[in-house]
Each structure stands twice: as C-alpha cells, then as structure tokens.
DNA sequence: AACCATGTTGCGCATAACGGGACATATTAT
DNA sequence: ATAATATGTCCCGTTATGCGCAACATGGTT
C-alpha cells in the first residue's frame, strides 16, 4: 500500500490521483488523518499533501474535526453518494429484510454488488459491499464493511453475480489464473464454470473456506424489474457456526428473502 | 453555476478543484454526464475535462453505465461516504423512527446537522441534509434530497441546531446580515436571539413560510450520550397541509420521537 | 527554555496539466 | 451511400501550475 501512485500511468492527472489516494486512505481504523502521517505513508512532501488536503476540504470532501487539526472525510461525500445512480432504491428496498435476517440467523448479512472495471487494459470484476448488517450482540469480526472490495470466484455472492452473468461477459471478466486464498479455493476455471452451472440450478451458492479459513458464507440473487440479477445478498460467518449440514437451509431461507426482495424491486418470477 | 471555480483562489490546487466540481455536477435530475456537456458548463476544453474524468473513473469515482459512453458517480463514493465519521450511527439510528414519522404524517421528514466550515475567512454555519424519508404516496415535490444545503436562520431545523449551540460560536456562525427569503423570513439578528430562546424553552421549533412561500416545517433536537445536540429531525409540508393549528401537535409528536432518538444514542435526560 | 512534533506559507524551478487540433467512432440526416 | 454532426480520446508544444524546499508558525513534552 506505500505507493499506489507510483507507477505514471500515462493519462492521469496526478494531483487528482494523488486527492483520492488521500480519501481512500481514510478507513474505519482510521477515522483521521493528518497531514505529516499521510505525506509519509504516500512519500509526498507535507506541504503537498497540506494543499491537496486543503483544497479537497474546500470542496467539502474533508472536514476538520474538533478545532482544525487532523482531518476527516467531508459531509459532502453523503450527498455524492446518494446520486450514485440505482443502488439507492435497492438498499432501501432490501434494508429492513436483510436486518432480519441478521437478527434472526446472528450473523453478519451483506448486501453485495459486482463491479466490472477496466483495469490495464483487462476488464475484471470485483465484488463490493454494497451495505451490511452486524448483529449487536456479535461484534467479534468486523470484516467487510461496506466498500470493501473482494474476488468473485471465491466468495458466496461473487459466484451468484458471476454465474448470472451472460457468459461471454463471464469468460472476459474471470482473470486467466484464479488466486487461491486457502487450499479450498477453486483455482480451475473449469471446475468453477461448473459450479456455476449448479448455483444457476439452486439458486443459490455455499462456499466454504474458499477466501479465509474458517469462514463460511451462502449467498443468492437479488433480481430487478427486468429480471437481470443486480446483487447478491449474503450471510457469512465462521465455520463452527455455519456447520456444512445447517448451510443449506440457510441457502434456501435466504433464497426466499431474496426473492421477497426482487419481488419489491418488481421482479415477477 | 457557471464557472465557480473562475476564483484563482489562493493555495487551491486547480485540478483538484476542478475534478469536485465535476462530481458534483451530478444530481438527482443529472444523474448521468457527458465530456462534451460539461466542458461547456464548466468552460473547460474537452480534452482537460476527458482526462480529469478519466483519472476519476480510474479513482473508483466515476463509472461509466452501459458501454463506455456517458458517466455516472462511482460505487467507490458508497464506501467513502460510510466511513464518513460520526453520523453513521445516527443515520442508522433514527432511520427506522422518521421513517414511521413519514409514514404517519405524510409529509417528508429529514434528519439534518450543522456544518460549520470557514468561507472568505469566515467561520458559516450551513444545515446539511443526511436523511430524507418521503411519503412514497406524495412525491409531489422532491425538494431537499440527501446532501442539500439550506441556510440555518429560516429552516425549523437550523433554529433547533443554532439554538442548542454555545453562545459565542453562535455569534461567529451567524453572519451579519440574514437573508430574506421570503417576507416572513426573520432578518434580525435580535428577533433571532429572542426566536431562539423560545425554541430551547419550548424543546422545538415552528418555522412559517420563512424559506420559501407556502412552505411550513417543524423540527427538534437530537442529543448525544454526552449531551450535546448533535442533529434536528425537522418535518416540511405545504402551508395547506400544515396549518397553523396543528403545528403545535405536531412539533410536539416530532420533540417526543427525537427524545427517544435521543435514548438510543445513549442520552439519559 | 529547548526540544520535538504538528500544519501552513512564500518562492523559484521544472514538470505536469492545459488547450489546440487531429483522430476514431456513433448517430442522424440527406 | 454519403455526408454532416455529434460524441470522446490521443498526441504535442507551451506555459501556467503544482511541486519540493526551507522558513515559519504553533502546540505539546521533557
């Protein structure tokens, strides 16, 4: 992480690379910044960083907290985010079911989106958290929060997004080697095509394992009015609570959420 | 709107200033952007606008919707605006309780806090927007979505929010002249004071038609477990709707919903 | 008081960002 | 078909712009 901006790809405008380095250096860990810590942690001089900073608080994507000294992101970036386009109506439409589904099963549920980016000239897909819900009681990990990015061939809500992808589409965005994070990942394209072909026949998807030892996840699709499946809701959690006979069940009861949310987003089977 | 960024402000990083304005070109009824489109309203050659954009899209910032053409705002800001410090909570708080609100009134019903940053050298106080429930019956008028800015001294909620504020800071806050908005719009400074300490005494504020003509709102404070006031949930409707008689009742039902959110923060009274 | 942090401000240099214009591509009109 | 008007991207030469430096503030520790 020292220096993503190191590599000058042609065509950036590097101070605005170097700004939203700085917004997504900021992280539930570190809540704020300040000035010196940054400006070491990008290798760029302090009065830099000072004026990036300085500027981007201007436009309102970074406050200061008590009485000016470390900064904060900005109360703008609400506003930003609620014009990102699509994704409002299906939180709020999945929201109160999904809480449920956390409270009932005590389990962190996410709500899970796939994003397709060009990146070096190669189209790859990620899986972002579009929302989740922690129940309160369990605060034991608190993984995954909303943003965070992570590969869809081994997790629950990656390989629904991917096995409903058009598979063409499919085919582009699977990179040539599958990263393998435990030695339950699926690394063969082959054998993931075909667990796709078995999720498509489900309707949903269990993976155990496959992104970190010890957790375990389920997963099913989220459809719109037009019937193309938009997200994925998802229940992850560790292994000796999510034990492979329960995981199942947990497959279909959240199926039927799923599809109670799809059925709201205008969905008719 | 023109060109807000014609300022050579002094120690502002001009890409910079340039690449927010671009985010925040995009609304609600602009939820999607061409190159060509806002290098004219921003005054800027295409090429400069492109790259800018481009360097967003590469940020997570940007996205563009179907294939490559126009762009929207970026799934990346979700996961910016999460870790946006402090309302988080709040937000998830109170969500539940103004939705019923909503639900039961009929009228849209937002969540609100103060923004205090410094413009020209000086210190202004704005009221932000961070939630807004509308009636799903009346989406008549779609004023004030999330991330809006309205000036404190003629909205219900800005009363609730200057009032609770600590003497001098309000004196900083406040600028000299109060803008008439509407002729009913309170223009002095004295008469505010006076305006204010009812709505400490009373715990809520009545706003009439000091905004925008025709328009009524109500609103009340929202503490924190230190105590502090920390936001106002406010009610709006049309003068028709919200007359003068029922005001009272429901600024009441409104204080009696913002204690209990109050409660769940962690205020004991 | 001297020291170590912090963040901000002026200054001169060179790079990086800009605007111009050519190019590629798509949609529309003729 | 061809032309005409959009669109957005790429290359290139110029200079304004953003950079690093170092000095300057300011605040907390020893």
Do not use: W
């Amino acid at each position: 992480m020292a220096s993503a901006l190191a590599e000058r790809s042609s065509s950036g405008v590097q101070s605005v690379e170097r700004a939203i380095a700085i917004l997504k250096s900021f992280s539930i860990d570190k809540p704020e910044r300040g000035v010196g810590e940054l400006s070491r942690e990008l290798g760029l001089h302090k009065s830099t960083v000072s004026r990036l900073m300085t500027t981007l608080e201007r436009g309102g994507l970074l406050s200061r907290s008590p009485e000016s000294q470390r900064y904060r992101l900005g109360i703008d970036l609400l506003g930003l985010a609620a014009h990102v386009a699509g994704y409002m109506d299906l939180r709020e439409v999945a929201r109160p079911y999904l809480r449920r589904v956390a409270d009932e099963c005590q389990e962190s549920v996410n709500l899970v989106v796939l994003d397709v980016s060009e990146r070096g000239g190669q189209r790859r897909a990620q899986v972002v958290n579009l929302e989740q819900f922690v129940p309160p009681t369990r605060q034991v990990k608190n993984i995954g929060r909303v943003g965070r990015r992570m590969p869809p061939h081994c997790t629950a809500a990656g390989k629904v997004l991917l096995a409903y992808l058009p598979p063409e589409e499919r085919e582009q965005v699977l990179p040539d080697v599958l990263e393998a994070f435990t030695p339950h990942t699926v690394t063969r394209r082959d054998h993931l095509q075909v667990e796709l072909a078995r999720v498509r026949q489900q309707g949903s998807a269990i993976v155990q394992e496959e992104l970190e030892e010890g957790l375990n996840a389920v997963a099913a699709p989220i459809h719109d009015h037009t019937g193309s499946v938009i997200a994925a809701a998802s229940i992850a959690g560790p292994a000796y609570r999510l034990t492979p006979q329960e995981l199942p069940q947990l497959a279909a009861h959240l199926g039927k959420v799923a599809a109670r949310i799809s059925h709201d987003m205008g969905f008719t089977a």
